[in-house]
């Protein structure tokens, strides 16, 4: 099946830094999403980017569909940034299709 | 425009006892899955249903069984629980067709104890 694979898997930050996290995938795909979990644990959809780049406010992502990767961005962060980040793609079978996740990069934004 | 919601927040168990977890999609989404997240791991897909019926199924016992209703929400059941059933489930839904993205609720936190 299809890998998905993010880097770093942890990060550290001091307030107002920048960073950039990669996701890179073993197969093309139709539907690319970036999600923020919470420490409540609540999956925030950031960007559904299968492909080009998208800006919402400090954060962008770029996807590079023929290059099989994705970038995150996170711009000038703030402590509310911290929690994990997943990258997920969608696996389609038989016209069915579900959100195969990265393993995440745990970002902590420090004061 | 209300997103995902999921019922009960927590929950606790003991082993061999069943449980049934709720969802209900996000308005104009027809599409349903369920999610299982143990601690430090992403989410595992469960299945998903679309019109009432089990579209597609990942790699988990026939313990884990689910339902949609008429109006498009779903129940999650776990029968003889173990242990290692304690971890987020999580129901996300979507609209069918491609281009359309996947909003997720806050999750049930269940402990098996």
């Known amino acids: 099946g299809i890998q998905v694979e993010q880097s770093p898997p942890d990060l550290i930050l001091q307030e107002g830094a920048n960073s950039t996290l990669r996701c890179n995938f073993s197969?093309?795909?139709?539907?690319l999403q970036w999600f923020h979990q919470n420490p409540w644990g609540q999956l925030i959809n950031l960007f559904y980017?299968?492909?080009g780049t998208k800006q919402n406010g400090r954060l962008s992502a770029t996807t590079v569909a023929t290059e099989r990767y994705s970038l995150l961005y996170i711009s000038s962060s703030q402590t509310t940034d911290s929690g994990v980040y997943f990258c997920?793609?969608?696996?389609?079978?038989?016209?069915?299709?579900?959100?195969?996740f990265g393993a995440g990069t745990q970002v902590v934004v420090t004061p | 425009d209300a997103g995902v919601t999921q019922s009960p927040t927590h929950l606790i168990k003991t082993r061999g006892q069943q449980v049934t977890l709720r969802c209900s999609p996000k308005?104009?989404?027809?599409?349903v899955s369920w999610y299982q997240q143990a601690l430090g791991q992403g989410p595992q897909f469960i299945f998903q249903?679309?019109?009432?019926?089990?579209?597609q199924r990942g790699n988990f016992p026939d313990r884990f069984s689910g339902h949609q209703f008429p109006n498009y929400s779903s129940e999650l059941n776990v029968n003889a629980l173990l242990l290692g059933d304690s971890a987020l489930y999580l129901c996300?839904?979507?609209?069918?067709?491609?281009?359309?993205?996947?909003?997720f609720g806050s999750g049930t936190r269940l402990t098996v104890v």
């Open positions: 996300a839904s979507t609209r069918t067709g491609l281009g359309y993205g996947y909003t």
């Open positions: 997920a793609v969608v696996v389609t079978t038989d016209s069915w299709g579900k959100l195969q």
């Open positions: 197969d093309s795909v139709n539907n």
């Open positions: 249903y679309y019109e009432e019926e089990e579209r």
């Open positions: 980017i299968p492909s």
């Open positions: 308005s104009g989404h027809d599409t």
